[in-house]
């Protein structure tokens, strides 16, 4: 079965600074897709970055991106220059490249900025 | 906005009550799935159903219930509620693997329900 294990609970940064969030999983299978979702306060779930396991090249969406290390089933966010507006709950969820399969999530990091 | 639609987003009603939450997916998509999120809880994923057949469980109680109908929206049946039923409760939706939209499943804005 697959896991997801974010070892962070909470996390806080200063504006305008970087902050790396950490992510594990656990599969057997080769070919999977990884994501982060952002829960503000709203509680909507926002994809905020994708990443194809066949894809060695890391995603970038604007400020974010991710450190995938396929090898050691890490993938970390990265959150360059930070807003107040990313203050939010992050998740890591994992989807394997089957047909129709659900996302499986990690527990979540709570991230703080403050000014 | 994620092209989920999600009713009602707020419900309140009574223990050993029953009641149903509605989705329409994106349009094309033919995946919808089920999550359910109490206040101190992960996303638990509920059951996915894919052009109208049940695909995959996960942690859904017997006392809950879903379908998706032939014009593939969803219902989500929560029947003889308890107190800690309390949660919201997501609906989601890809598109077909090899479409577009890169095997990424979209959110609603959710359902609140407060079980009093």
Known sequence: AQTVTQSQPEM??????????????????????????KQPPSRQMILVIRQEAYKQQNATEN???????????SFSLKISDSQLGDTAMYFCAFRTSQAGTALIFGKGTTLSVSS | DSGVTQTPKHLITA?????????????????????QQSLD?????????????????????????????????SELNLSSLELGDSALYFCASSAPFGGTGKNTIYFGEGSWLTVV
């Open chain 1, 12 to 37: 806080s940064v200063q504006e305008a600074e970087t902050v790396t969030l950490s992510c594990t999983y656990d599969t057997s299978e080769n070919n999977y897709y990884l994501f982060w979702y």
């Open chain 1, 63 to 73: 400020r974010f991106s991710v450190n995938f290390q396929k090898a050691a089933k």
């Open chain 2, 41 to 73: 809880q992960g996303l638990q994923f509920l059951i996915q159903y894919y052009n109208g057949e049940e695909r995959a469980k996960g942690n859904i109680l017997e006392r809950f219930s879903a379908q998706q109908f032939p014009d593939l929206h």
């Open chain 2, 15 to 35: 223990t050993g009550q029953r009641v149903t939450l509605r989705c329409s997916p994106r349009s094309g998509d033919l995946s919808v799935y089920w999550y």
